[in-house]
């Protein structure tokens, strides 16, 4: 129900994905396994199977392999993969990494990093910074010209999937005299180099983000992509399919979040009857299915927009769709929870992982405070 008519092959690519998902991890016995119990939640191995059934290249162009796809092509496999709880999560940030080589790369580093994320390798993008954070104008890893190199010194965190990264695309500073957000570039950091050092953090969803150190790491000057100094302005070209990417991800794990939670209040019994047939609990499936299909008619709206007018940016609509699914997906698993009692909080349950998976999307990609922030700058505030 994606509030459009999808064309026979979107809907047989959709059907696809959730036919491979339910056949590869529909338990949570598969999943455990493919995962080590949830700690890893991206799997190298069912990741180049996906590469193989050219999945992971569906809105690359077909110069490099991939399928020519669309952003409602992208979401659609984004929103079925994660509803499916496919453990490939290093394919969301592979795709937001890929937009600045796609926009602004030389024809070898798209060569090199489009074909090779059709082919199952991973991309990592690096902004954040322990001081800079929802301000990334204000980070401060630097990169200097040195006889035909960079030369980069500084830290990045919350570096999603850096651990096995073919390449992490680095925004750092090459010049500190202007304004802030000028003499911002991005340099793609090869896997390996030497000087980077990569350490894991704990959290609450597993082994995802990192810590990322560079001492004295050279790079050729070639490994800059795009303009030196115009990185902000290439980050901003890429905020429609970032926060899209982000939205129809969370699409697929709030549906899965609603679903489950569904199917646990009707079967459930408690005072000789199933607890969805307490209004309390059927009037809250309600407002939740009503949030879910506004999330997803928005999302794909916008994602359409995106489509029809390739290379427009669409500030205040991609920012609404980030900030309306992620918070919507938050609040189903919160409730979906609170209506499965005890047994949503244990980990017995899918429940309580839907709930950390949900909760953090409203932080990473830019906070629902900063979405917020630009849509009422479009309005004018
Ligand atoms: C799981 C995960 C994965 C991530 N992956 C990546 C990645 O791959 N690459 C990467 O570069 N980064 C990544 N991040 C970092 C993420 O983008 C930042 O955490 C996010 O931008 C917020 O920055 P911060 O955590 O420093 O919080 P802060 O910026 O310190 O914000 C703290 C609080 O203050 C609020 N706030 C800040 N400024 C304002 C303002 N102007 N108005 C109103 N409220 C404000 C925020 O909304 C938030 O509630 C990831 C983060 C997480 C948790």
Not at 47 to 63: N, R, S, T
């Amino acid at each position: 129900m994606n509030g459009f008519e999808l064309t026979d092959e979107q809907a047989a690519f959709v059907e696809a994905v959730r036919d491979f998902s339910a056949r590869e991890c529909g338990t949570r016995a598969q999943r455990d396994a493919l995962t080590g119990g949830g700690e890893h939640p991206h799997n190298e191995e069912l990741y180049a199977k996906v590469a193989d059934l050219g999945w992971l290249g569906v809105a690359i162009a077909e110069e490099y392999g991939g399928s020519g796809g669309g952003m409602v092509d992208l979401c659609l496999f984004l929103e079925a993969m994660s509803y499916g709880q496919l453990p490939i999560g290093g394919f969301a940030v592979t795709a937001i990494s890929a937009g600045p080589y796609e926009k602004f790369g030389t024809p070898e580093q798209k060569e090199d990093v489009l074909r090779g994320i059709v082919n199952g390798k991973v991309e990592a993008i690096a902004m954040s910074e322990p001081e800079a954070g929802s301000d990334v104008g204000a980070l401060r890893c630097k990169a200097e010209r040195q006889n035909g190199s960079y030369v980069i010194n500084g830290q990045k965190t919350w570096i999603s999937e850096a651990h096995f990264a073919e390449h992490i695309l680095l925004v750092c500073r090459t010049d500190a005299s202007g304004a802030k957000h000028d003499g911002l570039s991005m340099i793609q950091i090869p896997r390996g180099a030497e000087g980077m050092e990569i350490r894991g953090i704990e959290t609450m969803g597993g082994r995802v983000v990192n810590d990322v150190f560079f001492e004295d790491v050279e790079v050729p000057a070639e490994n800059l992509v795009g303009v030196e100094g115009g990185a902000w302005m290439q980050l901003m070209a890429g905020l429609n399919s970032e926060r899209l990417i982000i939205a129809a991800q969370s699409l697929g794990f709030a549906q899965r979040a609603f679903d489950d939670a569904l199917a646990y209040v009707k079967e459930r019994k408690q005072f000789g009857r199933p607890i969805g047939s307490f209004q309390a609990l059927s009037h809250r499936i309600a407002d939740l299915a009503t949030e879910l299909q506004c999330a997803r008619l928005l999302t794909y709206a916008v994602a359409r927009k995106v489509d029809a007018n390739p290379g427009q940016l669409f500030p205040q609509e991609a920012s609404m769709a980030k900030l309306k699914v992620t918070e919507t997906a938050k609040k189903i698993a919160l409730e979906g929870m609170q209506m499965m009692g005890g047994y949503g909080y244990a980990t017995e349950y899918d429940m309580e992982g839907h709930v950390r998976l949900n909760l953090v999307s409203t932080i990473y990609g830019g906070t629902s405070e900063i979405q917020r922030e630009i849509i009422a700058k479009t309005h004018g505030l």
